[in-house]
């Protein structure tokens, strides 16, 4: 679907949960298509602050408002010819929206401050890990942009509906991983394979890169042995005994164990979860855990989570 769709000028709307590597998807119809010589402009729309979106992604011109001396490009301008990526396109405001839907028409817009309409030739690809079909229902989604953007849908399931992606993309990060630390071609033993396919990954495909990072730099070099991976069995004993709570004793001591690794498992998969969710922004993540900054920094020690890895281009 995406080979055909990136023949192709039609907007593009990638779903999927975070992580699962929608942005790469996007990446891929860019080059693939026509566009693939001019430029390719990623923007992260939920990392805008909303009195911005429209300045950074239309531009402004001199005296458009206080400190605005010159005149900035926006990224549509910046785009034109090519392809602009819209990632978590569900984050915006619906006073932009009503902009983005006249682009998407026309190819028309106005830099901020400006009476004069520019035109630019740009691929829409939007991604979200929202349902925005029930954020039309709820008026947070202007449902005829949402249609204008819904001409090729693109799902990316997350990583444990498909774990038999899990080797090749293992052997990838690997490879990737140590050529940047010049550390040779990976040697991977089967338990290593073992050990990754015994996860369900909350964090999708982000997080088994991280898992592959940390492995490659704990080998220096030597082949990647299943020692250097977390211990994922006690997270799938944890996943069964939640949904078969009748069992949960019988791999046992006590109560008070079983409840305590039932409790630390729930708790780091919780925290990947909302650390991928939120881009790996830290006082965002806290926020949505409802949890302090400082509360949060103690719980990412606490399963030794490496916050900044989840952050955009941190792989």
Do not use: W
């Not at 940390?214 to 250097?228: E, F, H, K, W, Y």
């Not at 009748?246 to 498992?265: C, M, P, W, Y």
């Not at 650390?275 to 103690?298: K, P, Q, V």
């Amino acid at each position: 679907m995406a080979r055909q769709a990136a023949a192709t000028d039609a907007p593009v709307l990638i779903t999927g949960e975070s992580g699962t590597g929608k942005e790469i998807l996007a990446r891929t119809i860019h080059q693939q298509s026509r566009r693939r010589e001019h430029a390719y402009v990623a923007v992260n729309c939920g990392a805008i602050a909303g009195s911005l979106e429209e300045s950074e992604l239309f531009g402004y011109v001199p005296g458009a408002f206080t400190g605005a001396d010159g005149r900035k490009q926006g990224r549509f301008e910046a785009a034109h010819s090519g392809t602009i990526f819209l990632d978590e396109i569900g984050e915006t405001s619906t006073r932009l929206q009503v902009k983005l839907l006249r682009v998407l028409q026309d190819g028309e817009y106005a830099p901020v401050g400006s009476s004069l309409n520019l035109h630019c030739d740009v691929r829409v690809v939007a991604a979200t890990n929202q349902d925005l079909l029930a954020a039309v229902r709820n008026s947070t989604f202007r449902a005829d942009l949402y249609y204008r953007l819904d001409v090729v849908r693109l799902h990316v399931p997350p990583l444990r509906e498909r774990k038999d992606d899990i080797p090749s993309l293992a052997r990838h990060f690997a490879f990737e991983h140590m050529q940047r630390y010049a550390m040779g071609t990976p040697v991977i033993e089967p338990p290593f394979f073992e050990r990754l396919l015994r996860h369900h990954y909350p964090g999708n495909v982000r997080e088994l890169s991280n898992y592959v990072h940390r492995a490659v730099i704990s080998s220096n070099g030597a082949p990647l042995t299943a020692d250097l991976l977390p211990a994922f069995d006690d997270d799938s004993k944890a996943e069964d005994a939640l949904a078969h709570p009748e069992q949960a004793a019988v791999d046992t001591n006590s109560f008070h164990g079983a409840k305590k690794r039932l409790i630390e498992a729930f708790e780091r998969e919780f925290i990947i979860a909302v650390l991928t969710e939120c881009g790996g922004i830290i006082h965002r993540a806290a926020d949505r855990a409802g949890l302090s900054e400082r509360s949060f920094h103690a719980k990412l020690r606490q399963y030794g989570i490496d916050g900044a890895s989840f952050r955009a281009g941190a792989q």
